[in-house]
């Protein structure tokens, strides 16, 4: 038996809609989460800098795949406290991953900001925060917009291991139809998903790079 | 009392003598001009003064007020002490380090904002009357600076450009912005290093005769240059360093027209020297 379209469409849907979830929740808290780390791993006190960037080499180290499975099954299996939630431990898992890549870039972003900047601001008599923030930031910000672009476009199809530990994302569900009913075409249909969504982040980033412009740094 | 006294500095970077025991005063009104060779400590001794560089041993007393005694039981000051004391002090750097996502306006009005915020009692963050008697003294305090800028825009003869941004300006123009930047911050004394080494021959004057305009009897000058003319025109005392060390001191007639250290006539010749 042949399923209908529509209900392909609306089983790959409800896909899409934890492959967004899982998208979006591992934006919004690694982003700021890869700033701290990118601080650490600059920071003048050894033990942290150390620490960080030793973190930052076991999470790009080992696969994110691996590193769902861990967050899974580490808790039950270490501390007796299994993790109830599978969606949790995919964004968890995928927060930090993600974090440990996204400082590297600020890292790079920062380090190349010219001294003089720093000085300028500093004779003006701005406070270390008040520097970063108003001075240093967004030319940060203009120069990591193509490499973070590049990363979060990774993250879009990254989502796919979330199926590692059974989470219905996008292709699980197309899976799972392709199973039942014994076609193929719904697997190749989630293509269809990725380009869009990832079309759609490409013009917010173009546009994002001509909003900036105005200025060169 | 001299405006500015500087007493034995000496500052090493590793195991290099950059400045050795630099001695000079500084009056108010006056124009002091640094001449030398590169790597002779110029450059060094203006960062010091601008706490961009911390000196070994030392002092540094402005109008009796003592900014800087190194080498007297090393502490770390707090941001907030060495922040109040280098606004004694104004820089324009060789590379303009204009702040380049800001306009003109902005780039000068930026710090005297935030400075002047600063000075203002923090309102509690639940009495609405106290915000809003905050946000109109922060609007009042924003016009007065802006006005105070557009007046320093002007004199540096910038003021169709207030809306341009770093990028747009040709580098003697971004040189003048950083003029008015400096001295919206009314500095006691404003240190220039270098501030046309980094500028086509064609756009020095501009810079060199802003710089001349600015002399008057209570604005205390600093200039690191290599324009020998521009020193020998603008300078009321000329330093010539050479190897960390204060070669020669005295008015421009002494040091450039009858020097007296030999080291001092050769870099002088060499300076004259046309290709």
Redo the contacts between chains.
């Keep these: 038996m042949q399923p209908e379209f529509s209900y392909v469409l609306q089983q790959l849907m409800s896909g899409f809609g934890v492959t967004c979830t899982i998208f979006f929740l591992t934006l919004v808290m690694a982003l700021p989460l890869g700033l701290l780390i990118a601080f650490g791993s600059m920071s003048n006190f050894k033990p942290v800098k150390l620490i960080t960037r030793a973190f930052v080499w076991v999470i790009r180290g080992t696969p994110l795949m691996l590193q769902v499975i861990v967050v899974f099954y580490g808790p039950g299996l270490w501390f007796d406290t299994p993790v109830s939630s599978r969606l949790t431990a995919v964004v968890v898992a995928f927060v930090i991953n993600y974090a440990c890549y996204f400082s590297e870039i600020y890292r790079g972003g920062i380090e190349s900001i010219?001294r003089?900047?720093y000085?300028?601001?500093?004779?003006?008599?701005?406070?270390?925060t008040?520097i970063f923030f108003?001075?240093i930031l967004?030319?940060v910000v203009?120069r990591i917009i193509p490499p973070m672009s590049n990363e979060i476009i990774t993250l879009v199809k990254d989502t796919s291991l979330a199926r590692v530990i059974t989470v219905a994302e996008l292709i699980k569900e197309a899976q799972e139809i392709v199973n039942i009913y014994g076609i193929l075409w719904p697997i190749f249909f989630t293509a269809v998903f990725y380009l869009i969504f990832v079309g759609i982040l490409t013009l917010l980033f173009n546009f994002l790079e001509k909003k900036l412009s105005?200025?060169?740094? | 009392m001299a405006l500015l006294e500087v007493k034995n500095i000496s500052k090493k970077f590793g195991s290099t003598s950059v400045l050795r025991d630099i001695n000079f005063e500084v009056e108010k009104g006056e124009v002091l001009v640094l001449i030398g060779s590169s790597g002779s400590g110029k450059t060094t001794l203006l960062r010091c003064l601008n706490f961009l560089e911390t000196p070994d041993t030392g002092t540094i007393v402005l109008n009796g007020e003592t900014l800087v005694n190194a080498g007297a039981g090393v502490k770390r000051e707090n941001e907030n002490a060495v922040r109040k004391k280098r606004l004694h002090f104004g820089m324009v750097f060789q590379s303009f380090n204009l702040f380049p996502q800001y306009n003109v306006l902005r780039n000068v009005t930026l710090a005297m904002n935030m400075l002047s915020k600063e000075s203002l009692k923090k309102p509690s963050p639940f009495k609405l009357s106290e915000i809003r008697e905050y946000r109109k003294k922060c609007a009042e305090i924003y016009a007065d600076n802006e006005k105070k800028a557009l007046a320093l825009i002007e004199r540096v003869g910038l003021i169709d450009k207030i809306n341009n941004y770093p990028c747009e300006l040709s580098g003697g123009q971004c040189q003048r912005v950083a003029i008015a930047r400096a001295l919206a911050l009314s500095p006691d004394i404003l240190c220039f290093d270098e501030p046309t080494s980094a500028l086509d021959p064609e756009l020095t004057g501009e810079v060199l005769r802003v710089i001349k305009g600015l002399k008057s009897s209570d604005r205390t000058m600093i200039v690191v240059t290599h324009e020998m003319e521009f020193a020998r025109g603008v300078a009321d005392k000329v330093i010539f360093m050479s190897d960390g060390i204060i070669e020669e001191t005295g008015t421009p007639e002494e040091v450039f027209g009858n020097p007296k250290s030999p080291k001092t006539r050769a870099f002088l010749s060499k300076a004259a020297e046309v290709v």
Excluded: I, P
């Design positions: 010219a003089g900047q000085e300028a601001g500093a004779v003006l008599g701005m406070t270390k008040q108003r001075v967004l030319q203009k105005y200025f060169k740094a």
